[in-house]
């Protein structure tokens, strides 16, 4: 059964910058796209980042898109986005997910019901 682990949350000031890890477990290769979700009380769960197995497509949300990085590190099993430039807007439960329907493919869904494995989030507040 694969985990995720989110870490790297916290609080900080509008302007700074945070990055997140999510760390996978249960398994000893992965060829799933990973993504980037967050939720803001009161708010739908939407897409933010997301990343091909390989690392070599990326994908953003429009509100996302020039200030936010998503990587992998294949050795270590873990995908990462670094957050810059953050709004107040940008303040959320971050999630990361992991699409095993479309394995080996570069196919990146942003649609959260296309992900089957979820860590358990890390909030991210952004002050002013």
């Known amino acids: 059964q694969v985990q995720l682990v989110e870490s790297g949350g916290g609080l900080v000031q509008a302007g700074d910058s945070l990055r997140l890890s999510c760390a996978a477990s249960?398994?000893?290769?992965?060829?799933?796209?990973g993504a980037w979700f967050r939720q803001a009380p009161g708010k739908e769960r939407e897409f933010v980042a997301g990343?091909?197995?390989?690392?070599?497509?990326?994908y953003y949300a429009d509100s996302v898109k020039g200030r936010f990085t998503i990587s992998r590190d294949s050795a270590k099993d873990k995908v990462y986005l670094q957050m810059n430039s953050l709004k107040l807007e940008d303040t959320a439960v971050y999630y990361c997910a992991e699409d095993p329907r479309h394995s080996g493919t570069y196919y990146l869904p942003t649609d959260s019901t296309d992900y089957a494995y979820w860590g358990q989030g890390t909030q991210v507040t952004v002050s002013s």
């Open positions: 990343i091909s197995w390989t690392g070599g497509k990326t």
């Open positions: 249960g398994r000893t290769f992965s060829s799933y796209a």
